[in-house]
């Protein structure tokens, strides 16, 4: 039943990611992102933070939309940017934040703030790590992240100067094409989230969640706790403020680290991960963003309230 619940709740935000990736590959033209994104590489990475307002779709859904926007032509470090970005800055996600803390019209009954001061915290300190994770990217060949089968495509594009030899098709021909490539993705990407869903489905029903509220006491124990729990879990981005709210017993900045840690890595994604990245890849992500957000989460927050007003 577990299993069935995750991955029932997980699927239909996988077909719709496959759906978008699939309609990027027959309609978006070859380079287009590039063009219209600024020329500048570091300006660029800084705007495709926010590209999830464009393609708001949450965790389960990007990486298919990713893995095709990349062999479109869009820079590894805006992909990877954008990848971790997404699954927070996102209307669909702002909204439920706002209302898991009850921060619509100031009325925030947790934190004590005249302003949304988690959806704040979270959009901000999510933004952050995203583009400094990206930021480290801007040197890096594609075939240095990317599976051999994911990056050969991207390498022969650049070769040919970006343009398709393909010939060019009408609409129902692209509309095909568009369904046959989101049947190929959903299968790949369907295949490595039904892995992931299976590990936290055994989590969530044979190890006694309760113990994890014992570490709360402490600090530097809570935020990485409740970081673990966040991986463990799975959670969709779209959810997972209701289930933080209401953990009474965590501070607010370890509610923050979960909050942005969950989104970006977890056990599903990770195996989600694995069907477009290099394993060493995967492993150095999933580090580094549970080291930066678990000490920037913590001073995230102290300045955060320092700057924002209280009731």
Same mark, same amino acid.
């Given at each position: ?115 949304? !001061?988690?959806?704040? @915290?979270?959009? %901000? $300190?999510?933004?952050?790590? *995203?583009?400094? /994770?990206?930021?480290? &990217? ?105 289930? !933080?709210?209401?953990? @009474?017993?965590? %501070? $607010?900045?370890?509610?923050? *680290?979960?909050? /942005?840690?969950?989104? &970006? ?47």
């Amino acid at each position: 039943m577990a299993f069935l619940s995750i991955w029932l709740e997980g699927a239909p935000f996988i077909l719709v990611g496959t759906m978008i990736s699939g309609f990027i590959d027959a309609f978006l033209p070859a380079r287009m992102l590039e063009r219209v994104l600024p020329k500048n590489k570091v300006m660029a990475t800084l705007v495709s933070g926010f590209l999830g307002i464009v393609f708001p779709v949450c965790e389960c859904a990007v990486v298919p939309v990713v893995r095709r926007l990349v062999q479109k032509g869009l820079p590894i470090s805006c992909a990877i940017t954008y990848l971790l970005a997404a699954p927070i800055i996102n209307p669909v996600v702002i909204i439920s934040t706002l209302t898991a803390f009850g921060e619509f019209g100031g009325a925030n009954s947790i934190a004590g703030f005249s302003w949304p !001061a988690m959806t704040i @915290a979270r959009l %901000s $300190l999510g933004y952050t790590i *995203a583009v400094i /994770v990206g930021l480290a &990217m801007l040197r890096r060949k594609p075939s240095d992240i990317l599976r051999a089968s994911v990056a050969d495509g991207i390498e022969q594009r650049a070769e040919d100067g970006g343009h398709d030899h393909e010939a060019p098709l009408g609409f129902d021909g692209k509309i095909t094409r568009a369904m046959r490539t989101s049947m190929r993705d959903f299968l790949d990407t369907g295949m490595y989230f039904t892995i992931g869903v299976i590990i936290t489905a055994w989590f969530g029903t044979q190890v006694d969640q309760t113990k994890f509220a014992q570490l709360a006491g402490n600090e530097w124990v809570a935020t990485p706790t409740l970081m673990g729990l966040a991986y463990a879990l799975a959670l969709c981005s779209t959810s997972d403020a209701f289930i !933080a709210a209401p953990m @009474a017993a965590f %501070s $607010l900045k370890a509610k923050l *680290a979960f909050l /942005v840690f969950g989104p &970006m890595f977890d056990v599903k994604l990770t195996f989600m991960y694995l069907s477009v990245f290099r394993r060493k890849f995967v492993l150095v992500l999933g580090v580094s963003l549970f080291v930066l957000i678990g000490l920037l989460s913590g001073p995230w927050w102290n300045m955060l309230a320092a700057l924002l007003p209280l009731k």
